[in-house]
């Protein structure tokens, strides 16, 4: 695995894979890898010759009093796992080389970015797809990988290819979870161990609504009641949201049906947490980590 840093080696390192014919696959992440962004890399690795990797914690996409400065960074760490995942390229760009100076233009989201994640964190969608598109801009991959946990942010940056005709396939990999259900995220770093328990109402509250639909109920209000009951009743976790959404469009259903996505943030103790699950598939849908 061939580690870079600056925007020019990376733009050379991908010109020498396309010259070469090749198809090259893409995973951009904030680092602190754990299993899921591998899953993304074996998932790119299936689709393409030569996967690159980018680690870079993007300043644009975190609010003023968000956890920008404390996000966990360990770019050892980062490496040997990427490495043993098979990445071929690992990129990690300084700050300063990706925005030398603040962006003047940036990607307006448009109204999709308004609800769930966009509504409590404003200006972070406009963030995401600012470096998502700069990313590959300079990466020019065929396919690139993103993770459904990021629900609202993987269908941001679809609707962002599809309007501004960016020329690189996006896959979206499902959730990989713990045996016991958490998803997998970075930020489960910083639960103690008594919130790390607590944080497991947040799939059992997807598990709940996934129970009623099954049980026959197509009500999505009463879907998005029975999750927000498992939420409610875990002391020290605090509901940002809940609700029931069409996928494409991500406005709230009124009926539910199997693409339907029921999706919640939550406060676990001061961390954000965010889970997601498509009604049809229920979390068996989703990988769990192995071993
Ligand atoms: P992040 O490093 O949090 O910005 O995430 C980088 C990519 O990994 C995004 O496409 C995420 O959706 C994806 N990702 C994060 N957590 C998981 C997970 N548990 N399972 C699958 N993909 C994930």
């Not at 020498?16 to 962004?37: C, D, E, I, S």
């Not at 020019?140 to 309007?163: C, I, N, S, T």
């Not at 709230?252 to 598939?281: I, P, Q």
Request: charged letters at 25%; hydrophobic letters at 50%; glycine letters at 10%.
């Amino acid at each position: 695995m061939r580690i870079v840093h600056g925007l020019p080696e990376m733009r050379a390192a991908s010109a020498v894979v396309r010259r070469g014919g090749r198809r090259l696959g893409f995973v951009p992440t904030m680092g602190a890898l754990h299993a899921g962004h591998l899953s993304l890399v074996r998932e790119a690795r299936a689709r393409a010759d030569v996967v690159a990797l980018s680690v870079f914690v993007n300043p644009l996409q975190f609010g003023p009093h968000e956890d920008f400065a404390r996000y966990p960074r360990d770019a050892g760490r980062d490496g040997a796992l990427a490495e043993r995942a098979g990445a071929d390229l690992l990129w990690m760009p300084a700050g300063d080389a990706m925005y030398p100076e603040p962006p003047s233009v940036t990607v307006a989201p448009g109204p999709m970015a308004e609800a769930y994640e966009g509504a409590v964190r404003p200006g972070h969608f406009a963030g995401v797809l600012t470096v998502v598109l700069k990313l590959l801009n300079v990466v020019q991959p065929d396919v690139a990988v993103f993770g459904r946990k990021d629900v609202e942010q993987a269908a941001l940056v679809r609707r962002m290819v599809l309007d501004l005709d960016v020329r690189t396939e996006i896959v979206v990999a499902p959730t990989v979870r713990e045996a016991d259900g958490l998803a997998l995220s970075s930020r489960n770093a910083y639960l103690g161990a008594d919130e790390r328990r607590r944080a497991l109402a947040l799939s059992r509250a997807l598990a709940a609504g996934v129970a009623l639909y099954r049980g026959g109920e197509r009500r999505a209000r009463a879907v998005v009641a029975a999750a927000r009951a498992v939420l409610e009743a875990e002391p020290g976790v605090a509901v940002d949201y809940v609700d029931c959404v069409e996928p494409g469009a991500f406005v709230a259903a009124e009926r539910a049906d199997d693409a339907s996505v029921l999706l919640l943030a939550a406060r676990v103790g001061a961390t954000r947490l965010l889970d997601n699950v498509a009604l049809g598939e229920g979390l068996e849908g989703d990988a769990r980590v192995e071993g």
